[in-house]
Nanobody, 128 residues
Framework: QVQLVESGPDLVKPSQTLSVTCTVSGALITTSRIYWSWLRQPPDAGLEWVGAITYAGDTVTNPSLRARTSISRDTTKNQFTLQLNSVTPEDTATYYC????????????????????RGQGTQVTVSS
């Protein structure tokens, strides 16, 4: 059974770096043709696809966030991590990781039906 669990700080100060990690069990993040995404949903707003890392370790990010986003992985721990730099209160959201069999785009990635598995989400607040 594939499970994804997000972890990270509850509170980040403005201008700092937000870092959240997804730990995957029941499947390897290096499995061929599987894609691992980060999504977020601010309070009272819709779902936004942030970016993804492929089974090969390549990354794709939402153009609107590309300048501030880095996605990496640790295959020894079967984890992948999102780092978002220079955060502002507008980055306050619940952050989710998810698995898919096709590489999402900033448009298709906003649809939960595109994913086979997802984590429960972790709430991150940006505030001083």
């Amino acid at each position: 059974q594939v499970q994804l669990v997000e972890s990270g700080p509850d509170l980040v100060k403005p201008s700092q770096t937000l870092s959240v990690t997804c730990t995957v069990s029941g499947a390897l993040i290096t499995t061929s043709r599987i894609y691992w995404s980060w999504l977020r949903q601010p309070p009272d707003a819709g779902l936004e696809w942030v970016g993804a890392i492929t089974y090969a370790g390549d990354t794709v990010t939402n153009p609107s966030l590309r300048a501030r986003t880095s996605i990496s992985r640790d295959t020894t721990k079967n984890q992948f991590t999102l780092q978002l730099n220079s955060v502002t209160p507008e980055d306050t959201a619940t952050y989710y990781c998810a698995r898919s069999t096709k590489l999402p785009t900033s448009s298709s990635g906003r649809d939960w039906s595109k994913y086979t598995h997802r984590g429960q989400g972790t709430q991150v607040t940006v505030s001083s």
